[in-house]
Protein backbone atom coordinates (compact mmCIF):
# COMPACT_ATOMS: atom_id res chain seq x y z
CA UNK A 1 0.00 0.00 0.00
CA UNK A 2 2.34 2.34 0.45
CA UNK A 3 4.24 1.62 -2.27
CA UNK A 4 1.52 2.43 -4.14
CA UNK A 5 0.97 6.06 -2.06
CA UNK A 6 4.66 6.78 -3.14
CA UNK A 7 4.28 6.41 -6.82
CA UNK A 8 0.95 8.39 -6.52
CA UNK A 9 2.68 11.32 -4.99
CA UNK A 10 5.72 10.77 -7.31
CA UNK A 11 3.01 11.13 -10.30
CA UNK A 12 1.23 13.63 -8.81
CA UNK A 13 3.85 15.93 -8.71
CA UNK A 14 5.46 15.06 -11.75
CA UNK A 15 2.14 15.64 -13.46
CA UNK A 16 2.18 19.18 -11.41
CA UNK A 17 5.56 20.34 -12.78
CA UNK A 18 4.38 19.53 -16.12
CA UNK A 19 1.17 21.86 -15.92
CA UNK A 20 3.30 24.30 -14.48
CA UNK A 21 6.32 24.11 -16.68
CA UNK A 22 3.80 24.21 -19.74
CA UNK A 23 1.54 27.54 -18.52
CA UNK A 24 4.42 28.97 -17.23
CA UNK A 25 5.41 30.32 -20.68
CA UNK A 26 8.85 28.99 -20.88
CA UNK A 27 7.36 26.39 -23.49
CA UNK A 28 8.35 27.61 -27.03
CA UNK A 29 5.08 28.09 -29.23
CA UNK A 30 7.39 29.62 -32.05
CA UNK A 31 6.86 28.39 -35.40
CA UNK A 32 10.53 29.23 -36.35
CA UNK A 33 11.86 26.37 -33.95
CA UNK A 34 11.23 22.86 -35.18
CA UNK A 35 10.13 19.88 -32.40
CA UNK A 36 12.39 17.43 -32.15
CA UNK A 37 12.84 14.29 -30.36
CA UNK A 38 9.87 12.63 -27.91
CA UNK A 39 7.60 15.84 -28.80
CA UNK A 40 7.66 15.39 -32.55
CA UNK A 41 7.29 11.93 -32.13
CA UNK A 42 3.85 12.34 -30.14
CA UNK A 43 2.72 14.85 -31.94
CA UNK A 44 3.42 12.84 -35.60
CA UNK A 45 2.17 10.06 -33.68
CA UNK A 46 -1.41 11.26 -32.46
CA UNK A 47 -1.84 13.20 -36.00
CA UNK A 48 -1.03 10.03 -37.60
CA UNK A 49 -3.28 7.44 -35.45
CA UNK A 50 -6.44 10.27 -35.59
CA UNK A 51 -6.07 10.18 -39.35
CA UNK A 52 -5.83 6.56 -39.75
CA UNK A 53 -9.07 5.94 -37.07
CA UNK A 54 -11.62 8.58 -38.56
CA UNK A 55 -10.64 7.61 -42.59
CA UNK A 56 -11.97 4.33 -41.85
CA UNK A 57 -15.67 4.78 -42.38
CA UNK A 58 -14.70 6.87 -45.52
CA UNK A 59 -16.35 5.45 -49.22
CA UNK A 60 -13.78 6.50 -51.89
CA UNK A 61 -15.68 6.27 -54.85
CA UNK A 62 -14.55 5.96 -58.51
CA UNK A 63 -11.15 8.69 -58.78
CA UNK A 64 -11.33 8.07 -62.38
CA UNK A 65 -14.57 9.87 -62.59
CA UNK A 66 -13.40 12.79 -60.44
CA UNK A 67 -12.72 15.81 -62.67
CA UNK A 68 -8.93 16.85 -63.30
CA UNK A 69 -9.94 20.07 -63.99
CA UNK A 70 -11.70 21.06 -61.15
CA UNK A 71 -8.94 19.28 -58.73
CA UNK A 72 -6.39 20.86 -60.72
CA UNK A 73 -7.98 24.55 -60.37
CA UNK A 74 -8.76 24.28 -56.44
CA UNK A 75 -5.19 22.22 -55.73
CA UNK A 76 -2.94 25.64 -57.61
CA UNK A 77 -5.42 27.85 -55.96
CA UNK A 78 -5.62 26.48 -52.02
CA UNK A 79 -2.30 23.55 -51.53
CA UNK A 80 0.59 25.08 -53.67
CA UNK A 81 1.51 27.65 -51.92
CA UNK A 82 1.95 25.07 -48.58
CA UNK A 83 2.50 21.60 -51.00
CA UNK A 84 4.20 22.97 -53.43
CA UNK A 85 3.72 21.73 -57.09
CA UNK A 86 6.16 20.16 -59.93
CA UNK A 87 8.52 22.70 -61.16
CA UNK A 88 7.50 24.99 -58.71
CA UNK A 89 9.86 26.93 -56.08
CA UNK A 90 9.60 26.81 -52.35
CA UNK A 91 7.16 29.24 -51.29
CA UNK A 92 7.83 32.24 -48.39
CA UNK A 93 4.74 30.17 -46.66
CA UNK A 94 5.87 26.77 -47.34
CA UNK A 95 9.95 27.75 -45.80
CA UNK A 96 7.78 29.31 -42.19
CA UNK A 97 5.81 26.69 -41.38
CA UNK A 98 5.95 24.09 -38.60
CA UNK A 99 5.42 21.30 -38.96
CA UNK A 100 6.61 21.71 -42.68
CA UNK A 101 3.60 20.69 -44.77
CA UNK A 102 4.45 17.20 -46.55
CA UNK A 103 5.57 16.96 -50.25
CA UNK A 104 2.88 15.64 -51.64
CA UNK A 105 4.77 15.33 -54.64
CA UNK A 106 6.57 12.51 -52.67
CA UNK A 107 4.14 11.16 -50.43
CA UNK A 108 0.71 10.96 -52.42
CA UNK A 109 2.22 7.97 -53.83
CA UNK A 110 1.70 5.89 -51.44
CA UNK A 111 -1.10 8.09 -49.06
CA UNK A 112 -4.98 6.34 -48.23
CA UNK A 113 -7.24 7.79 -50.63
CA UNK A 114 -9.82 7.64 -47.43
CA UNK A 115 -7.06 9.35 -45.22
CA UNK A 116 -6.31 12.24 -48.22
CA UNK A 117 -10.06 12.85 -47.86
CA UNK A 118 -10.53 13.03 -44.36
CA UNK A 119 -7.62 15.78 -44.51
CA UNK A 120 -8.90 17.79 -47.26
CA UNK A 121 -12.27 17.66 -45.67
CA UNK A 122 -11.90 18.26 -41.81
CA UNK A 123 -7.87 20.32 -41.68
CA UNK A 124 -5.71 19.06 -39.17
CA UNK A 125 -5.17 21.26 -35.81
CA UNK A 126 -1.84 23.23 -35.74
CA UNK A 127 -0.39 22.30 -38.55
CA UNK A 128 -1.65 25.22 -40.83
CA UNK A 129 -3.86 21.97 -42.80
CA UNK A 130 -7.39 24.16 -43.39
CA UNK A 131 -10.35 22.19 -43.04
CA UNK A 132 -11.86 22.42 -46.85
CA UNK A 133 -15.04 20.64 -46.15
CA UNK A 134 -17.36 23.93 -45.32
CA UNK A 135 -16.29 25.41 -47.84
CA UNK A 136 -16.15 22.70 -50.55
CA UNK A 137 -19.09 20.00 -52.26
CA UNK A 138 -17.82 16.45 -51.74
CA UNK A 139 -17.61 16.43 -55.98
CA UNK A 140 -14.74 19.28 -55.64
CA UNK A 141 -13.11 17.32 -52.40
CA UNK A 142 -12.54 14.06 -54.10
CA UNK A 143 -11.25 15.71 -56.96
CA UNK A 144 -8.14 17.55 -55.48
CA UNK A 145 -7.73 14.14 -53.71
CA UNK A 146 -7.59 12.94 -57.38
CA UNK A 147 -5.35 15.12 -58.51
CA UNK A 148 -3.29 14.81 -55.48
CA UNK A 149 -2.92 11.07 -55.79
CA UNK A 150 -1.68 12.16 -59.38
CA UNK A 151 1.00 14.17 -58.61
CA UNK A 152 3.86 12.27 -58.08
CA UNK A 153 3.59 10.82 -61.77
CA UNK A 154 3.14 14.75 -63.17
CA UNK A 155 6.53 15.75 -64.71
CA UNK A 156 6.79 19.66 -64.59
CA UNK A 157 6.26 20.58 -67.78
CA UNK A 158 2.92 18.48 -67.59
CA UNK A 159 1.72 20.59 -64.43
CA UNK A 160 2.61 23.71 -66.54
CA UNK A 161 0.83 22.06 -68.94
CA UNK A 162 -2.43 21.93 -67.18
CA UNK A 163 -1.61 25.36 -65.78
CA UNK A 164 -1.83 26.89 -69.58
CA UNK A 165 -5.28 24.65 -70.31
CA UNK A 166 -7.30 25.47 -67.10
CA UNK A 167 -5.77 28.77 -66.78
CA UNK A 168 -8.62 31.12 -65.39
CA UNK A 169 -8.13 34.49 -66.30
CA UNK A 170 -4.72 36.35 -67.20
CA UNK A 171 -4.17 37.61 -63.45
CA UNK A 172 -4.28 33.58 -62.21
CA UNK A 173 -2.22 32.69 -64.91
CA UNK A 174 0.69 35.13 -64.60
CA UNK A 175 0.94 34.33 -60.57
CA UNK A 176 1.00 31.40 -61.95
CA UNK A 177 3.79 31.58 -64.53
CA UNK A 178 6.35 33.27 -61.79
CA UNK A 179 6.45 30.11 -59.62
CA UNK A 180 8.27 28.02 -62.64
Given at each position: ??????????????????????????????????EYGALAW???????????????????????????????????????????????????????????????????????????????????????????????????????????????????????????????????????????
Open positions: MRYFLTLSVIFLIAALLVVAYLFSGWFDVSASRPVLDGIAERSVESHAESVSVPDLSRASLETGFRHYREMCVVCHGAPGARTTEISQGLNPPAPDLQRVAKEADARELYWIVKHGIRMTGMPAFGKTHSEDELWAMVAFVRRLPGLSPEQYKQLDQKYREGPEQGEAMEHQY
